[in-house]
């Protein structure tokens, strides 16, 4: 099939790690392995331990994954102990300054900053592909009017599928192209009508005049009787959330979306399981408990000390959501590039958040005390985000789905590169047993 139009071949760069002379050595019984180091582009080392098993009988034990590098990727790199946060080579800082939520998307998942005519043909296609099949505006019907809308995004993401069977397995490049464009074009259309229903209002069209975040905009707020105007503040600190959301390399959904796809399960079924793992609190549904936080706060009156003193507490199992990540432990970059927005966004639009003052206040509070300054715990991206989408008029249960439009673009880009690596393997970790030995079968009258 011919390409639709001038799209680089997505995905082709290749990748290297540099061959080096070190070597881990490892003891087992005695007996003594050498095992290859690998560097990568920026640095980093790691012991290759694929032959592990086979040669020694082993497997190495690493809950949760802190030391495991489950692939090599050439499209995001962070360095947590620096604050470091760059997809393809660029520094967040910027693209969240000068780029735009497609273009910084079509970075991740092709590797280059599209030239002039690269962009026009991508946006091109965006717009083409922004509706959704006439029979799909029906199933939003199925779902109960209190329906989490995660719940309805990733049902909907894989019923995109079943519409859509010809893009499946895009296994040619203008398949591919194709296939993320309406991806990340339905996404919104989806969105935005998984919130119209949850209001109980007509889904509104997509327009084609308007670009990506305007047109969701529009999609949210505007009614048939009542066209919305969105603020370019408004636009602006919306198209920095997408941005810094839009890869952050092998975080919990994305690894998802890599494990599900690399037992060629499809890439809709793949960016579908990518939506559940976002879904809860401790990944992508931090934005939305940041919010119930401060909330609280205010509500119940505490002040930002004793709230902290509670954290701080080992019997309260409180935890400062927006607060610690697993790979920075420093300031998240992005939570910088955030604080900044918000307040610069609620200035312009006369808004006087109290939300923003106690935030500000449990930041201040909680980076001079010992406890986080001795587990390295800084905020996040979620710390200011929600503070933002809330201004802007968007309810708590749809944060989740924003982080999901703008992570898209990275899931779709880890699910290409995954499917142009040669030694593609199904993902299978291993385990360590620690359950009953063998024993016999016994019939039920003889159990006790
Ligand atoms: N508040 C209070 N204590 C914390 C927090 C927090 N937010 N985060 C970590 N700790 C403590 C934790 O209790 C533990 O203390 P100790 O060593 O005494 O037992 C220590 O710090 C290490 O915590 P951990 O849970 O082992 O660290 P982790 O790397 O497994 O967890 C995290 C990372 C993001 C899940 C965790 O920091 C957390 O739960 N934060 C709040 C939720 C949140 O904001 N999530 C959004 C993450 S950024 C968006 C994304 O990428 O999804």
């Not at 719940?151 to 296939?179: Q, V």
């Not at 933002?388 to 673009?409: H, S, Y």
Request: proline share 6%.
């Amino acid at each position: 099939m011919k390409r639709p139009g001038p799209l680089p071949e997505a995905g082709t760069k290749t990748m290297s790690t540099e061959a080096t002379n070190d070597r881990a050595v490892l003891t087992i019984g005695g007996k003594t392995y050498e095992l290859p180091v690998k560097i990568g582009t920026e640095g980093e080392m790691a012991i290759d331990i694929t032959s592990l098993r086979s040669t020694t009988g082993a497997i190495t034990l690493d809950d949760g994954y802190g030391n495991t590098g489950s692939c090599e990727s050439a499209i995001t790199f962070i360095d947590g102990d620096q604050g470091i946060l760059r997809y393809r080579g660029y520094p967040i800082e910027q693209l969240a300054e000068q780029s735009t939520f497609v273009e910084s998307s079509y970075l991740l998942i092709f590797g280059e900053l599209p030239t002039g005519p690269q962009l026009a043909e991508f946006r091109r296609l965006l717009c083409e592909h922004e509706f959704i099949h006439e029979d799909m505006r029906h199933q939003f019907e199925g779902f109960p009017p209190n329906a989490h809308p995660m719940a309805i995004l990733s049902a909907m993401i894989n019923a995109l599928g079943a519409y859509e069977p010809d893009l499946l397995e895009p296994e040619d490049d203008s398949r591919f192209i194709d296939a993320a464009a309406r991806l990340m074009s339905k996404i919104r259309t989806v969105a935005a009508a998984s919130y119209k229903k949850s209001l109980g209002q007509p889904m509104i069209y997509p327009r084609y005049d308007l670009q990506y975040v305007p047109n969701f905009l529009h999609m949210m707020f505007s009614k048939p009787n009542h066209p919305h105007q969105p603020l370019p503040e408004v636009v602006s600190a919306l198209r920095q959330i997408l941005i810094l959301h839009a890869d952050h390399e092998q975080n919990c959904s994305t690894s998802t979306v890599r494990m599900v796809g690399s037992s060629q399960a499809n890439l809709y079924a793949s960016v579908a399981s990518g939506v559940c793992a976002l879904w809860g609190p401790l990944h992508g549904g931090a934005n939305q408990a940041v919010i119930d936080m401060l909330d609280q706060i205010i509500a119940s009156g505490e002040t930002p000390e004793a709230f902290i003193a509670r954290v701080k507490d080992r019997n309260s199992k409180i935890r400062l959501m927006g607060f610690g990540h697993r790979v920075y432990k420093n300031y998240d970059p992005r939570a910088k590039i955030l604080k900044v927005a918000c307040d610069r966004m609620l200035n312009k639009l006369g808004i006087h958040d109290r939300m923003l003052d106690v935030a500000m206040k449990l930041e201040e509070v909680a980076l001079k005390d010992s406890y986080f300054i001795d587990r390295k715990l800084y905020p996040n991206v979620d710390f200011y985000s929600g503070i933002i989408m809330k201004a802007i008029g968007i309810p708590t249960d749809m944060f989740p789905v924003m982080f999901a439009i703008g992570r898209l673009p990275g899931w779709i880009a880890h699910w290409r590169e995954a499917h142009l690596q040669p030694s593609q393997k199904i993902h299978r970790p291993r385990q360590l047993y620690i359950g009953a030995r063998m024993r016999d079968y016994q019939p039920i009258d003889r159990r006790r």
